[in-house]
Protein backbone atom coordinates (compact mmCIF):
# COMPACT_ATOMS: atom_id res chain seq x y z
CA UNK A 1 0.00 0.00 0.00
CA UNK A 2 1.23 3.50 -0.81
CA UNK A 3 0.25 6.79 -0.47
CA UNK A 4 2.38 9.50 -1.16
CA UNK A 5 0.83 13.04 0.14
CA UNK A 6 3.38 15.24 -0.81
CA UNK A 7 3.25 14.00 -4.70
CA UNK A 8 -0.55 14.25 -4.19
CA UNK A 9 -0.55 17.66 -3.04
CA UNK A 10 1.15 18.41 -5.45
CA UNK A 11 -1.26 18.26 -8.40
CA UNK A 12 -4.20 20.40 -6.58
CA UNK A 13 -3.35 24.08 -7.90
CA UNK A 14 -5.47 25.76 -5.06
CA UNK A 15 -3.00 24.37 -2.35
CA UNK A 16 -0.31 26.83 -3.88
CA UNK A 17 -2.55 29.35 -2.37
CA UNK A 18 -1.03 27.90 1.40
CA UNK A 19 -4.23 27.24 3.36
CA UNK A 20 -5.34 24.47 5.40
CA UNK A 21 -8.41 22.94 3.99
CA UNK A 22 -10.66 21.21 6.21
CA UNK A 23 -13.78 22.28 4.21
CA UNK A 24 -13.73 18.73 2.03
CA UNK A 25 -17.31 18.06 3.43
CA UNK A 26 -18.80 20.98 1.85
CA UNK A 27 -16.36 20.19 -1.46
CA UNK A 28 -13.03 19.17 -2.29
CA UNK A 29 -10.47 20.66 -4.11
CA UNK A 30 -9.57 19.91 -7.70
CA UNK A 31 -6.73 18.15 -9.22
CA UNK A 32 -5.17 19.66 -12.32
CA UNK A 33 -6.27 16.31 -14.27
CA UNK A 34 -10.23 16.63 -13.64
CA UNK A 35 -9.43 20.18 -14.25
CA UNK A 36 -7.55 19.16 -17.93
CA UNK A 37 -10.83 16.89 -18.40
CA UNK A 38 -13.13 19.51 -18.13
CA UNK A 39 -10.75 22.17 -20.45
CA UNK A 40 -10.37 18.84 -23.22
CA UNK A 41 -14.06 18.35 -23.58
CA UNK A 42 -14.69 22.45 -24.37
CA UNK A 43 -11.67 22.48 -26.44
CA UNK A 44 -12.91 19.65 -28.98
CA UNK A 45 -15.59 19.42 -31.28
CA UNK A 46 -18.49 19.27 -29.27
CA UNK A 47 -22.19 18.61 -29.94
CA UNK A 48 -25.50 17.15 -28.58
CA UNK A 49 -24.88 13.11 -28.24
CA UNK A 50 -25.16 11.09 -31.80
CA UNK A 51 -23.12 9.37 -33.80
CA UNK A 52 -22.80 11.10 -37.32
CA UNK A 53 -20.66 14.37 -36.81
CA UNK A 54 -17.20 14.11 -34.26
CA UNK A 55 -18.89 16.23 -31.96
CA UNK A 56 -21.71 13.92 -31.63
CA UNK A 57 -19.68 10.89 -31.18
CA UNK A 58 -17.43 13.00 -28.66
CA UNK A 59 -20.35 13.78 -26.84
CA UNK A 60 -21.26 10.42 -26.64
CA UNK A 61 -18.19 9.19 -25.87
CA UNK A 62 -18.01 11.10 -22.67
CA UNK A 63 -21.21 10.48 -21.46
CA UNK A 64 -20.66 6.66 -21.96
CA UNK A 65 -17.42 6.75 -19.81
CA UNK A 66 -18.25 8.64 -17.13
CA UNK A 67 -21.04 6.17 -16.91
CA UNK A 68 -18.50 3.15 -16.39
CA UNK A 69 -16.76 5.06 -14.22
CA UNK A 70 -19.44 6.07 -11.92
CA UNK A 71 -20.58 2.18 -11.92
CA UNK A 72 -16.66 1.21 -11.30
CA UNK A 73 -16.71 3.46 -7.98
CA UNK A 74 -19.95 2.57 -6.65
CA UNK A 75 -20.26 -1.17 -7.78
CA UNK A 76 -23.25 -0.69 -10.20
CA UNK A 77 -24.71 -1.53 -13.59
CA UNK A 78 -23.76 1.58 -16.29
CA UNK A 79 -27.03 1.48 -17.31
CA UNK A 80 -28.54 2.37 -13.99
CA UNK A 81 -26.62 5.52 -13.29
CA UNK A 82 -28.44 8.76 -13.43
CA UNK A 83 -26.72 12.38 -14.00
CA UNK A 84 -28.71 15.39 -12.57
CA UNK A 85 -27.86 18.98 -11.24
CA UNK A 86 -27.26 18.06 -7.74
CA UNK A 87 -28.12 15.10 -5.43
CA UNK A 88 -30.35 17.44 -4.19
CA UNK A 89 -32.54 17.69 -7.67
CA UNK A 90 -32.32 13.84 -8.16
CA UNK A 91 -33.71 13.24 -5.06
CA UNK A 92 -36.79 15.73 -5.44
CA UNK A 93 -37.14 14.20 -8.84
CA UNK A 94 -37.02 10.83 -7.84
CA UNK A 95 -39.48 11.39 -4.73
CA UNK A 96 -41.86 13.25 -7.24
CA UNK A 97 -41.81 10.47 -9.26
CA UNK A 98 -42.06 7.48 -6.22
CA UNK A 99 -45.02 9.62 -4.43
CA UNK A 100 -47.04 9.17 -7.48
CA UNK A 101 -47.87 5.79 -6.62
CA UNK A 102 -48.96 6.64 -2.55
CA UNK A 103 -52.05 7.32 -1.08
CA UNK A 104 -53.22 8.48 2.24
CA UNK A 105 -52.20 5.95 4.98
CA UNK A 106 -49.23 4.78 3.10
CA UNK A 107 -45.65 5.89 4.95
CA UNK A 108 -42.69 7.27 4.23
CA UNK A 109 -39.55 7.11 6.78
CA UNK A 110 -36.62 9.75 6.89
CA UNK A 111 -34.27 10.40 9.82
CA UNK A 112 -33.13 13.35 12.46
CA UNK A 113 -29.77 12.06 11.44
CA UNK A 114 -29.85 13.63 7.53
CA UNK A 115 -29.20 16.76 5.43
CA UNK A 116 -32.06 18.02 4.34
CA UNK A 117 -32.24 16.97 0.80
CA UNK A 118 -33.12 13.65 2.23
CA UNK A 119 -35.73 14.67 4.46
CA UNK A 120 -37.64 18.13 3.00
CA UNK A 121 -38.56 16.14 -0.27
CA UNK A 122 -40.08 13.37 1.10
CA UNK A 123 -41.66 15.09 3.76
CA UNK A 124 -43.30 17.43 0.76
CA UNK A 125 -44.08 14.59 -1.33
CA UNK A 126 -46.17 12.74 1.54
CA UNK A 127 -48.05 15.64 2.11
CA UNK A 128 -48.84 16.21 -1.56
CA UNK A 129 -49.76 12.16 -1.48
CA UNK A 130 -51.37 12.26 1.86
CA UNK A 131 -49.13 10.24 3.13
CA UNK A 132 -47.13 10.13 6.55
CA UNK A 133 -44.25 10.57 7.64
CA UNK A 134 -42.57 8.75 10.62
CA UNK A 135 -39.36 10.42 12.08
CA UNK A 136 -36.33 7.60 13.10
CA UNK A 137 -34.76 9.35 16.12
CA UNK A 138 -30.49 9.20 16.85
CA UNK A 139 -29.28 9.14 19.99
CA UNK A 140 -27.46 12.71 20.51
CA UNK A 141 -24.86 11.72 23.08
CA UNK A 142 -23.49 8.98 20.24
CA UNK A 143 -24.70 10.14 17.60
CA UNK A 144 -25.60 7.16 16.58
CA UNK A 145 -28.64 5.92 14.24
CA UNK A 146 -29.16 2.28 14.63
CA UNK A 147 -31.19 -0.41 13.06
CA UNK A 148 -33.26 -0.76 16.18
CA UNK A 149 -34.38 3.08 15.54
CA UNK A 150 -35.63 2.67 12.05
CA UNK A 151 -37.24 -0.90 13.15
CA UNK A 152 -39.64 1.46 15.41
CA UNK A 153 -41.01 3.01 12.81
CA UNK A 154 -41.43 0.64 10.17
CA UNK A 155 -44.67 -0.81 9.25
CA UNK A 156 -46.44 -2.78 6.45
CA UNK A 157 -47.67 0.93 5.09
CA UNK A 158 -43.93 1.78 4.86
CA UNK A 159 -43.14 2.93 1.37
CA UNK A 160 -39.74 4.19 0.92
CA UNK A 161 -36.79 4.29 3.86
CA UNK A 162 -34.37 7.54 3.66
CA UNK A 163 -31.25 7.74 5.30
CA UNK A 164 -27.97 8.43 5.32
CA UNK A 165 -24.94 6.32 5.17
CA UNK A 166 -22.74 9.22 6.94
CA UNK A 167 -24.08 12.47 8.31
CA UNK A 168 -22.67 14.83 6.48
CA UNK A 169 -22.51 16.88 10.29
CA UNK A 170 -20.76 14.65 12.45
CA UNK A 171 -20.07 11.61 10.13
CA UNK A 172 -21.76 9.14 11.89
CA UNK A 173 -22.20 5.83 9.49
CA UNK A 174 -25.21 3.78 9.99
CA UNK A 175 -25.78 0.51 9.11
CA UNK A 176 -26.80 0.46 6.24
CA UNK A 177 -26.91 -2.97 4.79
CA UNK A 178 -29.12 -4.00 7.86
CA UNK A 179 -31.58 -0.86 7.70
CA UNK A 180 -32.33 -1.59 3.96
CA UNK A 181 -32.56 -5.55 4.49
CA UNK A 182 -35.51 -4.34 7.19
CA UNK A 183 -36.92 -1.94 4.37
CA UNK A 184 -37.47 -4.32 2.04
CA UNK A 185 -38.75 -7.24 4.79
CA UNK A 186 -41.14 -4.00 5.29
CA UNK A 187 -41.67 -3.81 1.34
CA UNK A 188 -40.37 -0.38 0.98
CA UNK A 189 -37.60 0.79 -1.11
CA UNK A 190 -34.71 1.99 0.93
CA UNK A 191 -33.26 5.37 -0.74
CA UNK A 192 -29.89 6.08 0.55
CA UNK A 193 -27.68 9.53 0.50
CA UNK A 194 -24.45 8.45 0.00
CA UNK A 195 -22.87 12.16 -0.44
CA UNK A 196 -20.47 12.07 2.10
CA UNK A 197 -20.17 8.23 2.47
CA UNK A 198 -18.88 7.99 -1.15
CA UNK A 199 -15.89 10.56 0.06
CA UNK A 200 -14.44 8.02 1.99
CA UNK A 201 -15.33 4.09 1.65
CA UNK A 202 -15.88 2.15 -1.51
CA UNK A 203 -19.49 1.94 -2.20
CA UNK A 204 -20.85 -1.59 -3.20
CA UNK A 205 -24.33 -1.01 -4.07
CA UNK A 206 -25.53 -4.55 -4.07
CA UNK A 207 -23.32 -5.37 -0.53
CA UNK A 208 -25.50 -2.00 0.44
CA UNK A 209 -29.10 -3.15 -0.50
CA UNK A 210 -29.50 0.26 -1.82
CA UNK A 211 -32.46 0.61 -4.16
CA UNK A 212 -31.27 4.24 -4.59
CA UNK A 213 -27.69 5.74 -3.75
CA UNK A 214 -26.95 9.31 -4.58
CA UNK A 215 -23.85 11.06 -4.27
CA UNK A 216 -21.63 13.95 -5.51
CA UNK A 217 -18.67 13.93 -7.86
CA UNK A 218 -17.36 17.18 -6.13
CA UNK A 219 -16.93 15.82 -2.85
CA UNK A 220 -14.72 13.40 -3.92
CA UNK A 221 -12.43 15.97 -6.21
CA UNK A 222 -14.82 15.93 -9.16
CA UNK A 223 -17.13 18.68 -10.64
CA UNK A 224 -20.73 20.14 -9.50
CA UNK A 225 -23.27 17.58 -10.10
CA UNK A 226 -24.94 14.74 -8.77
CA UNK A 227 -25.40 11.03 -9.53
CA UNK A 228 -27.92 8.67 -8.84
CA UNK A 229 -26.99 5.01 -9.15
CA UNK A 230 -29.80 2.05 -9.03
CA UNK A 231 -30.83 -1.53 -10.83
CA UNK A 232 -31.87 -0.37 -14.09
CA UNK A 233 -34.71 -2.81 -13.95
CA UNK A 234 -36.03 -0.68 -11.12
CA UNK A 235 -35.47 2.16 -12.79
CA UNK A 236 -38.03 0.48 -15.65
CA UNK A 237 -40.40 0.23 -13.60
CA UNK A 238 -40.97 4.14 -12.56
CA UNK A 239 -42.59 6.68 -15.34
CA UNK A 240 -41.28 10.32 -14.76
CA UNK A 241 -42.17 13.47 -16.02
CA UNK A 242 -40.49 14.30 -18.99
CA UNK A 243 -40.79 16.29 -22.62
CA UNK A 244 -42.25 14.10 -25.53
CA UNK A 245 -39.67 13.83 -28.03
CA UNK A 246 -36.92 13.23 -25.22
CA UNK A 247 -35.70 9.60 -24.76
CA UNK A 248 -37.53 7.27 -22.92
CA UNK A 249 -34.89 5.22 -22.43
CA UNK A 250 -33.40 4.12 -19.00
CA UNK A 251 -31.20 5.66 -17.71
CA UNK A 252 -31.94 8.80 -20.13
CA UNK A 253 -35.69 9.09 -18.75
CA UNK A 254 -34.89 10.26 -15.75
CA UNK A 255 -31.52 13.13 -17.16
CA UNK A 256 -33.61 16.30 -17.79
CA UNK A 257 -32.26 18.38 -21.17
CA UNK A 258 -28.81 18.09 -22.15
CA UNK A 259 -26.04 16.70 -19.96
CA UNK A 260 -23.15 18.90 -19.05
CA UNK A 261 -20.76 17.04 -21.35
CA UNK A 262 -17.45 18.72 -20.12
CA UNK A 263 -18.44 18.14 -15.86
CA UNK A 264 -18.91 14.41 -17.01
CA UNK A 265 -15.22 14.10 -18.49
CA UNK A 266 -14.06 15.94 -15.10
CA UNK A 267 -16.33 12.64 -13.13
CA UNK A 268 -14.37 10.18 -15.38
CA UNK A 269 -10.99 11.83 -14.62
CA UNK A 270 -11.90 12.87 -10.32
CA UNK A 271 -12.77 8.53 -10.46
CA UNK A 272 -9.45 7.75 -12.44
CA UNK A 273 -7.92 9.78 -10.07
CA UNK A 274 -9.25 8.49 -6.82
CA UNK A 275 -8.26 4.77 -8.42
CA UNK A 276 -4.53 6.07 -9.02
CA UNK A 277 -4.28 6.96 -4.70
CA UNK A 278 -2.35 3.77 -4.23
CA UNK A 279 0.41 4.09 -6.61
CA UNK A 280 0.96 0.41 -5.85
CA UNK A 281 -2.62 -0.99 -7.33
CA UNK A 282 -3.07 -3.13 -10.26
CA UNK A 283 -5.85 -4.79 -11.56
CA UNK A 284 -9.00 -3.17 -13.31
CA UNK A 285 -10.29 -0.12 -12.26
CA UNK A 286 -12.53 -1.01 -9.56
CA UNK A 287 -9.76 -3.30 -8.00
CA UNK A 288 -7.49 0.12 -7.73
CA UNK A 289 -10.43 1.67 -6.62
CA UNK A 290 -10.47 -0.96 -3.43
CA UNK A 291 -7.13 -0.84 -2.99
CA UNK A 292 -6.94 3.61 -3.25
CA UNK A 293 -9.54 3.60 -0.65
CA UNK A 294 -8.24 0.91 1.73
CA UNK A 295 -4.90 3.21 1.56
CA UNK A 296 -7.32 6.11 2.13
CA UNK A 297 -9.00 5.10 5.07
CA UNK A 298 -5.32 4.46 6.73
CA UNK A 299 -4.27 8.13 5.85
CA UNK A 300 -7.27 9.83 6.96
CA UNK A 301 -7.22 6.98 10.79
CA UNK A 302 -3.63 8.49 10.86
CA UNK A 303 -4.73 12.24 10.43
CA UNK A 304 -7.97 11.63 12.90
CA UNK A 305 -5.77 10.07 15.70
CA UNK A 306 -3.43 12.82 15.62
CA UNK A 307 -6.23 15.45 15.88
CA UNK A 308 -8.27 13.68 17.97
CA UNK A 309 -5.25 13.67 20.62
CA UNK A 310 -4.69 17.45 20.17
CA UNK A 311 -8.07 18.93 20.69
CA UNK A 312 -8.57 16.48 24.11
CA UNK A 313 -5.77 18.57 24.95
CA UNK A 314 -7.21 22.12 24.30
CA UNK A 315 -9.99 23.33 26.82
CA UNK A 316 -13.56 23.73 26.65
CA UNK A 317 -13.84 21.67 23.24
CA UNK A 318 -16.76 19.75 22.60
CA UNK A 319 -16.71 16.97 19.88
CA UNK A 320 -20.23 16.01 19.06
CA UNK A 321 -19.15 13.51 16.66
CA UNK A 322 -19.05 10.17 18.79
CA UNK A 323 -20.42 7.16 16.32
CA UNK A 324 -18.54 4.39 16.95
CA UNK A 325 -18.48 3.78 12.89
CA UNK A 326 -17.61 7.56 11.78
CA UNK A 327 -16.11 9.26 8.98
CA UNK A 328 -13.01 11.44 10.00
CA UNK A 329 -15.60 14.76 9.63
CA UNK A 330 -15.95 16.52 13.80
CA UNK A 331 -18.44 18.79 14.83
CA UNK A 332 -16.73 21.07 17.59
CA UNK A 333 -18.51 23.48 19.97
CA UNK A 334 -16.47 25.95 22.15
CA UNK A 335 -17.15 26.86 26.02
CA UNK A 336 -17.57 30.38 26.63
CA UNK A 337 -16.88 31.36 22.44
CA UNK A 338 -19.10 31.13 19.41
CA UNK A 339 -17.37 28.50 16.56
CA UNK A 340 -18.78 31.50 14.21
CA UNK A 341 -15.93 33.59 15.62
CA UNK A 342 -13.65 30.63 15.43
CA UNK A 343 -14.43 29.95 11.92
CA UNK A 344 -13.20 34.04 11.44
CA UNK A 345 -10.21 33.53 13.35
CA UNK A 346 -8.50 30.64 11.65
CA UNK A 347 -9.42 32.02 8.42
CA UNK A 348 -7.48 34.56 9.30
CA UNK A 349 -4.56 32.74 9.63
CA UNK A 350 -4.81 30.41 6.39
CA UNK A 351 -7.39 27.58 7.89
CA UNK A 352 -10.52 26.57 6.66
CA UNK A 353 -13.00 25.39 8.61
CA UNK A 354 -16.18 26.65 7.91
CA UNK A 355 -19.19 27.25 11.36
CA UNK A 356 -22.84 26.20 10.65
CA UNK A 357 -25.21 23.31 10.36
CA UNK A 358 -24.43 23.09 6.63
CA UNK A 359 -28.25 21.64 5.77
CA UNK A 360 -28.49 19.24 8.24
CA UNK A 361 -30.73 21.34 9.87
CA UNK A 362 -33.08 18.50 11.98
CA UNK A 363 -29.53 16.69 13.35
CA UNK A 364 -28.32 19.72 14.62
CA UNK A 365 -31.53 20.61 16.65
CA UNK A 366 -31.63 16.95 17.89
CA UNK A 367 -27.77 17.75 19.03
CA UNK A 368 -29.13 20.58 20.72
CA UNK A 369 -27.51 23.07 18.70
CA UNK A 370 -30.39 25.44 17.14
CA UNK A 371 -29.68 26.33 13.63
CA UNK A 372 -26.38 27.46 14.44
CA UNK A 373 -24.46 24.38 14.33
CA UNK A 374 -20.72 24.24 15.15
CA UNK A 375 -17.30 24.39 13.82
CA UNK A 376 -16.77 21.21 11.21
CA UNK A 377 -13.33 20.03 10.64
CA UNK A 378 -13.77 17.02 7.40
CA UNK A 379 -10.53 15.77 6.48
CA UNK A 380 -10.05 15.23 2.69
CA UNK A 381 -7.66 12.60 0.57
CA UNK A 382 -4.46 15.91 0.24
CA UNK A 383 -5.11 17.23 3.91
CA UNK A 384 -1.26 16.02 5.82
CA UNK A 385 -0.13 15.64 9.57
CA UNK A 386 0.63 19.21 8.92
CA UNK A 387 -3.11 20.92 7.84
CA UNK A 388 -3.43 18.92 11.07
CA UNK A 389 -0.96 21.18 13.33
CA UNK A 390 -1.80 24.31 11.77
CA UNK A 391 -5.43 23.56 12.89
CA UNK A 392 -4.15 22.36 16.62
CA UNK A 393 -2.17 25.62 16.95
CA UNK A 394 -4.92 28.66 15.47
CA UNK A 395 -7.70 26.77 17.57
CA UNK A 396 -5.38 26.68 20.81
CA UNK A 397 -4.46 30.20 19.84
CA UNK A 398 -8.12 30.75 19.81
CA UNK A 399 -9.30 29.36 23.06
CA UNK A 400 -6.59 30.96 25.30
CA UNK A 401 -5.76 34.00 23.87
CA UNK A 402 -1.89 32.70 23.91
Request: net charge negative.
Amino acid sequence: MTYDIAALRSQFPALTAKTAHFDGPGGTQTPQPVIDAIAEALARPLSNRGSVTLGERNAETLVTEARRAMADLLGADPRGIVFGRSATQLTYDFSRTLAATWSPGDEVVVTRLDHDANIRPWVQAAARAGATVRWAEFDPATGELTVDDIRAVLSGRTRVVAVTAASNLIGSRPAIAEISRLAHEAGALAYIDGVHYTAHTLVDLERLGADFFVCSPYKFLGPHHGVLAARPELLETLRPDKLVPSSDAVPERFELGTLPYEFLGGTRAAVDFMAGLDHAATGTRRERLAAAFTALEAHEHTLRTRLDKGLAALPGITVHSRAADRTPTLLLTFEHHSTTDAYGFLAERGVQAPSGAFYAIEASRHLGLGDTGGLRVGLAPYNDAEDVDRLLAGLGEFLTGA
